[in-house]
């Protein structure tokens, strides 16, 4: 019964891990869980925080060993590429040349690793270093000279970092909240920046091993882009095979540095280009044509690589070409324009206007079209005389304006053509209101004569308005006139 | 000036050109040396033809006392064969005396008698203003 009241209790507590179980068996085989993952978050932390061979396993492989060993004899026994016959997979020196590109990626890795337990120990010395330099060797570089010194002024950084991250480096240190190391983490430390350096300059002598070889290994890439841009991007990629699949715009950026976070603008930011900036090609090319070059270059020395890694073409004949439709496309872009020739003036009048139309152009001539209001000031009615502005013939006449028996009370501004289009969709015409679409007119009006006038709302209805609106054309109109015969 | 101004010294030449010329401005210079014309007859080509007319050949005195010719240089337009007169609030009406102003004025004299033409017109309106026409005074003799 304890049993089941306990597991009733553990039942309500749903949001914890699934390792608080219910029954006693499962208790125990939880207990067992629990510690193997307390286990292996004992081993993590140990990984991160206190040995660095847990970390950093590459240097005891056989494999690296091996390999290092060969490239060193390889490198004094110098070039010997007599073996043009043999098929490549079965040459060891292609497949010393593979595995040295998978050892490169391998390195790398292992630099990022270091790198990592580098800042972590370092963190608590000087913790902003690690976002004012990137690059891990830098960094490696920076906190071996740096060492446990509190004092920035006494460190020379120079040649290390350009100058402009020193600057900020030293102001950062100087309100930095970091404390000094004690002695182990700091021999640690130094411990590891040591072996990220040799690391990297291994992985130099393997890029040297292969741009040497890199004329036999991809004849074609090295013609264009020359064999030490040519090694390293083949480095980069991780093999002659991965460098042929890549697309050619991401062989552009292969190698491209990453950008400069440091408060600076990135308005003088170089264009993205990778280790194709440092071709031959590239560097002779005028600055205003750098843009299109290094993507002509991409996608040439992508071709290349392609028919490297089949081995298509092992005499590199290809690649000349190639590097030659590359220089005559540079020149090309680089001619002056042809000389213009001066033209005869055309005649006058051939050409018609180009006359526009729509309901742009419609709308803009309605503000100018002649109002209703115009129209029947322009009009007159037979025997009756207009009024005028100033009275008695004086002054500008009203002509139909406003004139009692004109079947309209008031002139207000007419309906516009287009407007009268989506009128008529709705048949209900204006009964009462005469015209006037506002809703604060009456239909009475006063005048002089009469009195209160009212309108005939049938009249108006027949009439079309008071001889402004032609009835033959008329969209909204009946029949005028009904005879019967 | 890429070319030298077509020259004509006989009667003949001249009839020709005035009865060949269709569709298009005859300009008729009566004058001496090959001058500012050239350039501007390269864009006016498309509408105007311009010919020089050597005044001190003999043929052509016939054509000089026809048009009353006494200023050196003088211009006559035609078109299809008809005279065209230019009013340019001058005298004379029949022919354009004197030298231009500028490239500039030549062209829009041309385009003038081009448009009145066209219409049908046989007497245009100059659309310079006066300052840029060469003023001068009729002087009549044995009249």
Redesign the interface.
């Known amino acids: 019964m304890a049993t089941l009241a306990d597991s009733f209790l553990a039942d309500l507590d749903e949001l914890s891990d699934n390792e608080a179980v219910v029954i006693e068996e499962e208790d125990v085989d939880a207990g067992n869980m629990e510690e193997d993952v307390d286990g292996e978050m004992a081993d993590i932390e140990n990984l991160n925080y206190d040995d660095l061979d847990s970390v950093s396993k590459l240097q005891k492989t056989q494999r690296y060993v091996d390999i290092m060993q060969k490239v060193e004899d390889a490198l004094q026994k110098g070039s010997d590429i007599s073996n043009l016959g043999m098929v490549l997979e079965d040459d060891p020196e292609y497949q010393l040349i593979v595995d040295c590109n998978a050892l490169s990626v391998d390195i790398e890795n292992e630099i990022i690793i270091i790198h990592n337990f580098i800042r972590d120990k370092y963190r608590l010395k000087f913790p902003e270093l690690e976002s004012l330099v990137h690059h891990p060797i830098d960094y490696a570089r920076v906190v071996k000279k740096i060492g446990n010194e509190m004092d920035l002024t006494l460190v020379d950084l120079e040649g290390l970092l350009p100058s402009a991250i020193i600057m900020v480096v030293s102001v950062t240190a100087s309100t930095t909240s970091g404390k000094p190391l004690p002695e182990e983490i700091l021999d640690k430390t130094i411990d590891a920046c040591d072996r990220a350096l040799t690391l990297d300059a291994a992985k130099k002598k393997v890029l040297d091993f292969v741009e040497s070889r890199m004329g036999y290994i991809a004849p074609n890439l090295s013609t264009i882009v020359g064999s030490a841009v040519a090694a390293k991007l083949m480095g980069t990629a991780g093999g002659l095979a991965a460098l042929a699949k890549m697309p050619a715009c991401n062989v552009q950026l292969l190698g491209a540095k990453k950008k400069n976070l440091a408060g600076f603008s990135t308005a003088t930011s170089q264009f993205r280009v990778g280790y194709i900036e440092q071709t031959e090609i590239f560097q002779s090319t005028p600055p205003s044509l750098r843009m299109r070059a290094c993507r002509l270059l991409a996608s040439k020395s992508t071709l290349a690589a392609r028919v490297d890694s089949t081995r298509g073409d092992p005499s590199g004949n290809n690649g000349r070409a190639l590097r030659e439709e590359i220089r005559k496309k540079i020149e090309k872009w680089q001619e002056p324009p042809p000389a213009k020739q001066?033209k005869?003036?055309?005649?006058?009048?051939s050409e018609p206007k180009k006359k526009r139309g729509g309901r742009r152009l419609r709308k803009m001539k309605e503000r100018y079209a002649i109002t209703d209001m115009r129209k029947l000031a322009n009009r007159m009615q037979f025997g009756v005389p207009e009024e005028s502005s100033l009275g008695d013939g004086l002054g500008e006449g009203y002509g139909m304006l406003g004139q009692a028996g004109s079947g309209k009370l008031r002139v207000s501004v007419g309906q516009s053509k287009l407007a009268a289009k989506v009128a008529k969709k709705f048949k209900e015409k204006n009964y009462g209101s005469s015209g006037a679409s506002s809703g604060l007119t009456s239909s009475l009006a006063f005048t002089l004569v009469q009195g209160i006038e009212l309108s005939n709302p049938q009249a108006h209805a027949h009439q079309l308005g008071s001889g402004t609106q032609s009835t033959y054309f008329s969209e909204t109109g009946t029949f005028s006139k009904i005879k019967r015969t | 000036m890429s070319y030298v101004l077509r020259t004509l010294r006989k009667k003949r030449e001249v009839d020709t050109i005035i009865r060949d010329t269709i569709d298009k401005v005859l300009v008729l210079r009566f004058g001496r040396s090959s001058d500012p014309l050239c350039k501007s007859a390269r864009e006016v080509s498309k509408f105007a033809n311009v010919v020089l007319v050597d005044i001190d050949s003999d043929e052509i005195q016939v054509y000089a006392s026809y048009f009353d010719i006494t200023f050196i240089p003088s211009t006559v337009f035609f078109f299809n064969a008809h005279h065209m007169k230019m009013d340019s609030g001058t005298a004379d009406h029949t022919k354009w005396v004197g030298a231009f102003h500028k490239k500039q004025d030549f062209i829009d004299v041309v385009e003038a008698i081009y448009r009145g033409a066209m219409k049908g017109k046989l007497i245009v309106s100059c659309p310079l203003p006066s300052e840029r026409i060469p003023k001068y005074q009729l002087l009549y003799r044995d009249v």
Do not use: G, K, T
């Open positions: 001066p005869p003036l055309p005649v006058p009048d």
